[in-house]
Nanobody, 114 residues
């Protein structure tokens, strides 16, 4: 069964950076598009960024120019580099396929606060 393990979150001041990682097991990583999602307090889970098979990327408007999604097929890992973080980025971050078809992992908490 496929398993998603997110890591890299933490507490950071506004303007800071974090790099999230999601390691995937139990399926053929290279055959899927991948995405990062987030769920802030009191909000529904939302799509943040996607990376397609050809490494084309797409971003939610509020993170364009600040976040970068990438994939390493050999390491079965998808990354999210987050720069210029804002308090509004505070959320639990999850990865899944581009259209989420897998059981959600535990996520990784990102808190942006001074």
């Amino acid at each position: 069964q496929a398993q998603l393990v997110e890591s890299g979150g933490g507490l950071v001041q506004p303007g800071g950076s974090l790099r999230l990682s999601c390691t995937v097991s139990g399926l053929n990583f290279g055959r899927y598009s991948w995405a990062w999602y987030r769920q802030g307090p009191g909000y529904q889970r939302e799509l943040v960024a996607t990376v397609l098979l050809d490494r084309t990327t797409n971003y939610e408007d509020s993170v364009k120019g600040r976040f970068t999604i990438s994939r390493d097929n050999d390491r079965r890992t998808v990354f999210l580099q987050m720069n210029s973080l804002k308090p509004g980025d505070t959320a639990v971050y999850y990865c899944n396929t581009g259209t989420p078809i897998l059981p959600w992992g535990q996520g990784t908490q990102v808190t942006v606060s001074s």
